[in-house]
């Protein structure tokens, strides 16, 4: 028995019952809902992509894509549409086959360009809490959550969700500046999929979502301030928001075009922050 394989089987023994029930939840096919099998879905393509990329070996990846085919086929069963997630998946197993066949790593090669823009975007991002009455159009609220669906999250998982609170049930958030932005946009996060060992991932993943979002609105000339929200209150208020009660809510982003012009804030030196070890 390998090390790795050893210290998986001390990892599960010394499971407590709740996070034993929660591994069972996200294997058994029986028990999950549509949205757990799209996640577990995703979750499997990402690491049978993550084998393609190295060198072969026997039998590396089979009992893997053995279940991540059986996921499939459940989600052909229960007759729901094809979507990104699907199409993604039948893209890596294909790669994974011509890996198996060939023997040898499946890497798409690509080139990353310099956007020199991106450090203007960067130092004129400001947390905005004055807007004007002007209205932000339904086609720029999508642009910005289809950057924030666009950054990295643990193993791929994408469990985020943006809820876009009507102005007559902002009253439940009892937040005065979230009360009087134009637009507010909550981030929740599905977190059944996440391992007892990923405790601190979501919000992580929240971040790095809430991140692209903000940049995304600074670079359509749209004024923003992300608020942390998770507390117990609001997770109480789901149902009101329509919510799903398995999601937990991390931060609310306001949103509109800004009536002020914030004074740059004091930001650390460099080398005061770097530490080499």
């Known amino acids: 028995m390998t090390d790795k394989k050893r210290s998986i089987i001390d990892l599960l023994q010394r499971m407590?019952?709740?996070?034993?029930?929660?591994?069972?939840l996200i294997n058994d096919l029986s028990k999950m809902d549509n949205a757990l099998l799209v996640e577990r879905i995703r979750h499997m393509t990402h690491h049978l992509d993550l084998i393609i990329k190295f060198e072969w070996r026997e039998n590396k990846g089979q009992d893997l894509r053995e279940r991540l085919e059986s996921f499939l086929q459940e989600y052909t069963t229960r007759g729901l549409p094809k979507d990104a997630t699907i199409e993604w998946s039948n893209v890596i197993l294909k790669k994974y086959y011509l890996?198996?066949?060939?023997?040898?790593?499946?890497?798409?090669?690509?080139?990353?360009?310099?956007?020199?823009?991106?450090?203007?975007?960067?130092?004129?991002?400001?947390?905005?809490?004055?807007?004007?009455s002007k209205e932000i159009t339904p086609d720029l609220i999508?642009?910005?959550?289809?950057?924030?669906?666009?950054?990295?999250?643990?193993?791929?998982?994408?469990?985020?969700k943006f809820t876009i609170v009507s102005k007559d049930k902002r009253h439940i958030l009892q937040h005065r500046v979230l009360e009087a932005?134009?637009?507010?946009?909550?981030?929740?996060?599905?977190?059944r999929p996440y391992f007892f060992h990923e405790k601190h991932a979501p919000a992580l993943d929240v971040g790095f979502a809430a991140q692209n979002l903000l940049l995304a609105a600074t670079?359509?000339?749209?004024?923003?301030?992300?608020?942390?929200?998770?507390?117990?209150?609001?997770?109480?208020?789901?149902?009101?928001?329509?919510?799903?009660?398995?999601?937990?809510?991390?931060?609310?982003?306001?949103?509109?075009?800004?009536?002020?012009?914030?004074?740059?804030?004091?930001?650390?030196?460099t080398d005061t922050v770097i530490h080499k070890a």
Request: net charge positive; with cysteine; proline share 7%.
């Open 16 to 24: 407590s019952p709740f996070h034993r029930k929660k591994v069972s």
């Open 219 to 269: 670079s359509l000339g749209i004024g923003s301030c992300p608020v942390y929200f998770a507390y117990p209150y609001i997770q109480r208020a789901k149902k009101l928001l329509g919510i799903e009660s398995y999601r937990k809510i991390y931060l609310a982003v306001a949103l509109g075009y800004s009536a002020e012009n914030p004074d740059r804030p004091a930001r650390p030196y």
């Open 142 to 160: 999508d642009k910005m959550i289809m950057a924030a669906t666009w950054a990295p999250s643990s193993c791929n998982r994408q469990a985020w």
């Open 99 to 132: 890996w198996y066949s060939q023997k040898k790593p499946q890497i798409s090669k690509s080139i990353i360009s310099r956007h020199e823009d991106f450090w203007r975007l960067i130092l004129q991002r400001r947390s905005i809490r004055k807007w004007t």
């Open 181 to 191: 932005a134009p637009v507010v946009i909550l981030i929740s996060v599905d977190e």
